[in-house]
């Protein structure tokens, strides 16, 4: 009788053990989840670390939408082995960049891509921009906005 008795106690300390066991590892994926802009800046920095440089061009400036991003979001297009690639990059993260944003449509920019996915591509990233000279088209812009607005010599006379 102590045979059975033994091989219950060890059934049910086995189990207690298991059921112990996958408590402890759900908790543990729990706590080690990644959150949204966790997950979207090792994207980044993982395109960065694999990525091919290739020249694109920077389409359009996307505000943010109510239920979007929280910062603008440049669309920019390249491509990559004949095929053209469109993509866009929410730079909310990225604030030196946001602040530019407005000012960058219709330049040209180096991009990163994932060679093993030519779709998983960058602009910027914490350790990189593709985006040259981003003062520079701040104020190239603000001048010709500039000149747009105030009467040339010959309309005043």
Do not use: H
Not at 21 to 29: I, L, P, S, T
Not at 41 to 48: A, I, K, S, T
Not at 52 to 59: D, L, N, P, T
Not at 63 to 71: D, L, M, R
Request: aromatic content about 8%; overall charge negative.
């Amino acid at each position: 009788m102590t045979f059975s008795k033994d091989l219950g106690i060890a059934v049910v300390g086995s189990a207690v053990a298991a059921l112990a066991g996958a408590w402890a590892w759900k908790a543990v994926r729990q706590w080690r989840r990644k959150g949204p802009d966790e997950i979207e800046r090792l994207r980044r920095m993982n395109v960065n670390a694999c990525g091919r440089i290739i020249q694109g061009r920077i389409v359009e400036v996307a505000e943010p939408q109510p239920n979007g991003p929280a910062g603008p979001v440049l669309l920019y297009d390249y491509e990559v082995a004949g095929v053209t690639y469109e993509a866009a990059q929410d730079l909310s993260a990225l604030p030196e960049i946001a602040a530019a944003a407005p000012y960058l449509p219709g330049q040209t920019t180096n991009i990163k891509y994932d060679p093993k996915q030519p779709t998983n591509s960058i602009l910027a990233c914490e350790a990189w921009c593709g985006i040259p000279d981003l003062e520079p088209n701040r104020n190239l812009f603000l001048e010709r906005q500039k000149e747009s607005v105030e009467p040339s010599a010959n309309e005043t006379s």
